[in-house]
């Protein structure tokens, strides 16, 4: 599937994945024929602690959906979550965080910092699992928006019954923390920010009721890390693999809520007389860049320049000539509900 727009090729889908191979509540194919049905055009799989998908096969091309596995590594206390992907091996569960992580690093891996700012004290069954130690290097990105820490962190024990039956509606944007973060860290280096929907399908107990919370097919129906490739995903699965993680490591990423709307039309681009780049794409000097956006229908549109936010506006398309350099990046917004987040552009850094 996927859309082309100007010279670039987007496709959308999910990241944070699990199965009966872990705490999942439905195995692999099941979950693929479900992310086909709801136009995914990939799938990263992360069962904790293990590639038995990988290892058993099970990786490829489901006609226009692109399937690979990685797996969640958490230190022993059960936190700093991270998702390995291209790993070659699953590492010693006795690591230390900064061992873990320096050993994706070394082996080339894609490392992403799973549900990094979660903050939640209102039920102690459900305890937290953030990231702490800041001091690793080494990682492709982090999680800016997860799907189910979202919901955990708005539960209480009085809408626990609301919360179960509409699940999609607790979602409204990522944290400022973890935005404040983001941009804090692509000051120095460029680190992909990623929507994941960290999908188990759980079975919980409401009342007298059983309730599973956001079965796997309203998943696919939220959160969607949407990836910019400069030629079409190939019929190759290997070579597919490669477009999308290449795309990741160089935060050629934007990421959506689509129960506010199709975010398959936006666009944010940046020009100058020598350059033209995407999300994830640098500008060499500011003297004449500008920067584009491009929206499928009316937003709010914030443009955010070294964490600050420089412009809001009412709009379907933008247009801003760059006074200074730095990284800039954008976000729409639907009333209160956040709906498009995109990775950054650098300006003459």
């Known amino acids: 599937m996927g859309r082309k727009i100007g010279d670039w090729h987007y496709y959308s889908g999910a990241i944070h994945v699990h199965t009966t191979e872990s705490d999942g509540t439905k195995d692999f194919e099941e979950i693929v024929a479900i992310g086909r049905d709801a136009g995914l055009d990939f799938i990263m799989f992360t069962d904790h602690m293990t590639l038995s998908n990988r290892e058993q096969g099970r990786e490829g091309l489901y006609g226009n959906l692109l399937a690979v596995v990685g797996y969640e590594h958490n ?60 001091t690793v290097s080494g990682f492709t990105g982090l999680e800016i928006w997860n799907q189910m820490s979202e919901w955990m962190e708005r539960l209480t024990k009085y809408n626990k019954l609301l919360m179960a039956f509409s699940p999609r509606k607790s979602m409204i944007a990522p944290s400022d923390r973890v935005l404040k973060k983001w941009d804090e860290l692509n000051a120095t280096a460029k680190v992909v920010g990623v929507a994941s929907v960290d999908a188990h399908a759980f079975v919980q107990k409401v009342g007298f009721l059983r309730v599973q919370i956001f079965p796997y097919k309203v998943h696919f129906r939220c959160l969607r890390t949407h ?123």
Request: glycine letters at 8%; charged letters at 25%; a negative charge.
């Open 75 to 134: 230190a022993p206390q059960d936190n700093h979550h991270y998702l390995l992907f291209d790993s070659p091996r699953v590492y010693p569960e006795d690591l230390a965080p900064l061992e873990y992580v320096a050993a994706g690093a070394a082996d080339r891996a894609i490392g992403i910092m799973a549900h990094p700012d979660e903050i939640r004290d209102r039920l102690p069954e459900y305890p937290p699992y953030p990231w702490k130690d800041w």
């Open 227 to 349: 990836v910019i490739l400069p030629v079409p995903m190939s019929g190759d699965f290997e070579t597919a693999k490669g477009q999308l993680y290449d795309a990741l490591r160089d935060c050629r990423v934007y990421v959506s809520n689509m129960r506010w709307g199709d975010a398959d039309g936006f666009e944010f681009r940046g020009e100058s007389s020598r350059d033209a780049v995407v999300c994830g794409g640098e500008l060499s000097n500011v003297d004449d860049a500008q920067l584009y956006v491009s929206l499928p229908e009316r937003a709010t549109v914030r443009l955010v320049h070294n964490g600050q936010k420089i412009l809001q506006t009412g709009t379907d398309g933008l247009e801003y000539r760059v006074s200074q350099p730095g990284v800039y990046r954008v976000e729409a917004w639907k009333g209160r509900r956040g709906w498009i987040f995109s990775n950054h552009i650098r300006v003459g850094v």
